[in-house]
């Protein structure tokens, strides 16, 4: 529980889902620029591009995130979220989102300017390189959130 008492007031996120894909909507019918924060991916799963990492509080992935592919790059849940609600609600990506994706060389990503706030990065390794070695040196980047990589042919 938080010091200041308000954990009450944060919702699940299945309850939260319908609400806000709705509020969503209007924005997008508007045409107004909206980003989410403090929110795992599973919470829009239409517009988890639209997602900003927000300082200052500890965020965590829940045990039951393991198998999720975007498990390394998101944001999770408070820690006030986990005492209250546990894992209700989450839902865990099984498959990359294609169309959210960009694949890029090892090379390219110092360069890689991303033009969402959250940008999915899927590195393609070549062959005989090591990954951990490339993964490593280039997982620092500012807003690219490498959520695989895959060897080349």
């Known amino acids: 529980m938080r010091a200041d008492g308000i954990s009450w007031m944060i919702p699940p996120v299945d ?4 609400a806000l894909a709705d509020a969503i909507g209007v924005a997008l019918s508007h045409a107004m ?6 929110s795992p991916f599973c919470l829009t799963p239409d517009h988890r ?6 300082s200052g509080e500890r965020l ?3 045990s039951g995130c393991r198998d999720c592919v975007l498990r390394r790059s998101c944001f999770g849940v408070t820690e006030d979220y986990l005492l209250r609600w546990g894992q209700r609600g989450l839902l865990p990506v099984d498959v990359l989102p294609e169309t959210e994706t960009v694949r890029l060389a090892p090379t390219e990503i110092a360069a890689f300017q991303p033009a969402l706030p959250t940008t999915f990065v899927q590195v393609e390794i070549p062959r005989g390189v090591d990954a951990n070695t490339v993964l490593k040196s280039e997982r620092a980047c500012e807003g690219i959130h490498i959520v695989g990589w895959r060897q080349a042919n």
Do not use: W, Y
């Not at 309850?15 to 319908?18: D, G, K, M, Q, T």
């Open 15 to 18: 309850l939260l889902r319908a």
């Open 33 to 38: 620029a909206f980003c989410i924060e403090k």
């Open 49 to 54: 591009r639209q997602h900003l990492p927000e």
């Open 60 to 62: 965590r992935i829940p």
